[in-house]
């Protein structure tokens, strides 16, 4: 049977090939004030699921604003979400079914934008929450996208390099198909199990199938080898932003007052959850800041060293032996319960890995002056609320771990332009500097043959991202802590509510079709 699917942009319907039925939640009264988080009794001895999660900060931060219900419920609910089943046959001849997720969260603008992971515990009801928290980390950072997310559940481990080549393009068949894909549209990336390759893979189907038709087609995908498309700076731009979002705050005043530390990294204790794209960057500039990484956790192993690690020498051992098992520089190794070093003593945790790392079970445990979010919903509602008795600061992933989006939207925007940032400016910029050298010194001024500081010199691509990066975190960083300290909550509530009133107004001002 043949389902059709209606995208809300679209003036026509796309006759879909041989699928499960779409899924499109009911729409839900917005919660009451009443529903607000409340702490666990034995009546909820379990954590919420993820979406569940983001409701429940949705509805928390809701209060905070004046948008009307019925526009609350609108921009709460995910519009539009498809699940589609994929035949692949594999290396060996035998055949397997591959299922597989988009959610576009918001079209409030458009296009939507939002990661693709590969893993084998996706659920759709995974993929609409982080669809959902892209839409508000998106709002949060004024890129002026709508939300989306996909998935393909499998464990990459298990798969060839063409068994991924193939279930790759032909996901990016279907989506196109249904109208889930396009540089107008959705705009794909990077995520967990996926990498560099993936995306260009994406970017060659599409573009294969568009790239006559549209002269934008590369800009349907993100994250992509430079040589296609890509931008410089995408790799560590997650890990820097969050680089960027901590030196800020730490750089403030009231915020270390409120935590109890003193201003700056120097000298500053940060312990990492997840060592890959977010963990293993946000370490490296926190370090050539002077901050110390005394614990790295990963999914099966924990290392440990008081006087801070190498994290050059952990990459490279990382790299070379596929694991930290039997590192040889650590002072400590937990390789049974890797997950019990979240608990030792630092100044900043940094959960770069899953969802719902920090819990009401190990929330209590915890040692840390503040909880700086590199992944996505790394804390549940109960692991948060324990840790704000106990003081901890949490700076949440909403603000904190948006570098890889933004710098995706530059990368977009670099797609669209079909020029490289300062390709056209920097020749131009770095005489502009030599002749105000000039002139500043007099014209007798020895001619300059070695800038060796690079003062002198225009804007690389690089240059340009990392500045821009670096505009849109410190922004973000700063508005949301002004906001928290103004309505007397929590970081994350002043993101969630600054972000749903940003949306609410694109809607007003928009209106609504029919």
Not at 61 to 82: R, Y
Not at 352 to 366: G, Y
Not at 385 to 399: A, R, V
Request: hydrophobic share 35%; aromatic share 8%; proline share 4%.
């Amino acid at each position: 049977m043949l389902s059709r699917v209606h995208h809300r942009y679209l003036s026509k319907s796309l006759t879909a090939t041989p699928a499960r039925t779409m899924v499109i939640p009911s729409r839900k009264k917005w919660a009451s004030p009443s529903s607000a988080t409340t702490t666990p009794t034995n009546a909820t001895p379990q954590e919420p699921r993820f979406l569940e999660m983001v409701k429940m900060h949705f509805d928390k931060a809701a209060q905070f604003t004046d948008v009307a219900p019925g526009l609350l419920s609108v921009i709460k609910e995910c519009n539009s979400v498809v699940r589609f089943n994929l035949p692949l046959q594999r290396d060996d001849g035998s055949l397997e079914i591959i299922t597989c997720y988009r959610a576009q969260h918001s079209h409030h603008k458009l296009p939507v934008k939002g990661g693709t992971r590969y893993a084998d515990n996706i659920t759709i009801s995974e993929v609409e929450a982080l669809a959902s928290l892209m839409t508000f980390k998106l709002a949060a950072a004024d890129v002026p996208f709508g939300g989306a997310k996909g998935g393909i559940r499998i464990n990459p481990r298990n798969y060839s390099r063409s068994e991924i080549e193939r279930i790759t393009r032909r996901y990016t068949l279907e989506l196109a198909k249904k109208g889930f894909i396009g540089p107008a549209i959705d705009v794909l990336g990077p995520d967990m199990g996926t990498d560099q390759q993936v995306m260009t893979w994406i970017k060659d189907t599409y573009t294969s199938i568009y790239g006559d038709k549209d002269i934008n087609a590369e800009g349907c995908v993100t994250g992509k080898f430079k040589r296609h498309g890509g931008i410089s700076g995408r790799q560590e731009s997650t890990g820097l932003g969050c680089y960027y979002g901590i030196r800020e705050l730490l750089n403030r005043k009231d915020f270390c007052e409120k935590a109890g530390l003193s201003t700056g990294i120097e000298g500053k204790e940060f312990n990492i959850q997840g060592f890959g794209a977010v963990g293993s960057w946000a370490a490296k500039f926190l370090v050539k800041d002077g901050g110390k990484i005394t614990t790295i956790v990963e999914w099966d192993c924990a290392i440990h060293k008081k006087d801070g690690l190498d994290v050059e020498d952990v990459i490279q051992w990382q790299t070379n032996e596929g694991s930290l098992k039997n590192y040889p520089h650590a002072d400590k190794v937990e390789i049974e319960n890797p997950a019990k070093f979240l608990e030792m003593e630092c100044d900043v945790l940094l959960p770069c890995a899953v969802e719902k790392s920090i819990h009401m079970n190990n929330a209590p445990n915890l040692q840390c002056k503040i909880i700086a979010e590199g992944a996505n919903g790394p804390t549940t509602v109960w692991g948060e609320e324990i840790c704000e008795k106990k003081g901890i600061i949490n700076i949440p992933d909403l603000i904190l771990n948006g570098g890889g989006v933004t710098v995706s939207y530059f990368e977009w925007l670099k797609n669209l332009q079909h020029v490289s940032g300062g390709k056209l400016t920097r020749r131009w910029e770095a005489t502009s500097k030599k002749d105000l050298y000039k002139f500043i010194k007099g014209q007798d001024a020895p001619s300059i043959v070695d800038d060796t500081m690079g003062f002198l010199r225009g804007a690389k691509e690089i240059d340009l991202v990392y500045s821009g990066l670096e505009e849109i975190m410190s922004n973000a960083i700063h508005t949301h802590f002004d906001i928290a300290l103004e309505k007397n909550t929590n970081m994350r509530i002043a993101g969630f509510s600054n972000s749903i009133k940003k949306v609410a107004e694109a809607y007003e001002d928009a209106g609504f079709l029919f």
